[in-house]
């Protein structure tokens, strides 16, 4: 260092690294916007400071069955060893009472008829084992009941309805959650992309949706909300404000057949939130679409809902989603491969409504689109002339047989003309 700064000056340094600095501008991260739904449908929703926990005991099924796999399965597991441990603890204090547990019985029961409560119960052990037989109804013959405690079959009774309720509570538990709807929406997918782009005459958003099952979503329907900030003339702050859009539907029922991925268009009118919208304030908007898509699944008969949603950087102005379904050999058949692929159309860059107001815009578009589109033909028909004039003139240098040979031709005059042939 002490010789660094006896050859460089220290004002030079500081001077260069300024200048540096300067010239590498210096590009800060845009913080994420906070959504209301991912994209895998999951409610983005946190919920703090609930004092009332008390209200989630008083429906323990349904807790139970919003837990998660590992601790259900702990609950699934202690349910059943307490309640074992519980009776097998009724069943050795039965059998202490009535003296099974002294060694002098064994001798009294040869000598006299004495009969225990329960047969060969000596121990905690064999009392743990007595309940476990007793919940479950296996039956090995060692051990058994008598008629000799009232008690006993009291405990009896007892145990089997516990054991019923405890199987009914926790068997039901787990098949909920395992035949649990959103696991059908896993193959219920939407497009990474929505799009803005002319249909009819009109301004659409546009998404895909398919279903990757061939069994199908009985009745399904589209919904689609926006989701936004507002402030109300009052100054009320609204930070979730919904908005419900209307889906362009043909059917009376607006209900749709998913046999293949289909297109679900907005049409962008008077009653839409996007009608004042062009393309440059896309970017500025602070807004969230989420799509809902609800039906009843085929082979279970149970109602399934599948949700996503697009912010203002996952909208696309002016692309169009590509064809996916073909017919091939008599069948129909669907790329997934091209799911969400899109390209580029025609489209005004200006709103709905300005569209609406003038409707020259969207004529001078499409003819600026296809006039640009002849321009590229003839530029494309040009480097193929080019190309293949290059082909071939590169082929006659480097093949000499292809090179024409000069022939002269001698006129009656004398006079001497070389031509090629």
Known sequence: ML??????PEE????????ENLRKPRIRDRPRKARFIAKNGACNLAHKNIREQGRFLQDIFTTLVDLKWRHTLVIFTMSFLCSWLLFAMMWWLVAFAHGDMDPSTESTMNSTKWTPCVTCVRSFTSAFLFSIEVQVTIGFGGRMMTEECPLAITVLILQNIVGLII?????????????QAHRRAETLIFSRQAVIAVRNGKLCFMFRVGDLRKSMIISASVRIQV???TTTPEGEVIPIHQVDIPVDNPIESNNIFLVAPLIICHVIDKQSPLYDISAADLALQDLELIVILEGVVETTGITTQARTSYIAEEILWGHRFVP???????????????FGNTV???APRCSARELDEKPSILI?????????????????????????????????RTNPSLIVPKVQFITPEGSQSTSET
């Open 3 to 8: 010789a660094r700064k006896s050859i460089i």
């Open 12 to 19: 030079y340094v500081l001077a260069r690294i300024a200048a």
């Open 167 to 179: 199987n009914a509570v926790m068997l039901g538990c787990i098949f909920m959650k395992t035949a």
């Open 227 to 229: 989701v936004r900030k």
């Open 324 to 338: 996916i379904v073909t017919e091939e050999e008599g069948v129909y058949a669907v790329d997934y491969s091209k």
């Open 344 to 346: 580029k159309v025609a």
């Open 364 to 396: 001078q578009t499409l003819q600026k689109s296809e006039l640009s589109h002849q321009n590229s033909l003839r530029k494309r028909n040009s480097m193929r002339r080019n190309n293949s004039i290059r082909r071939s003139n590169s082929m006659r």
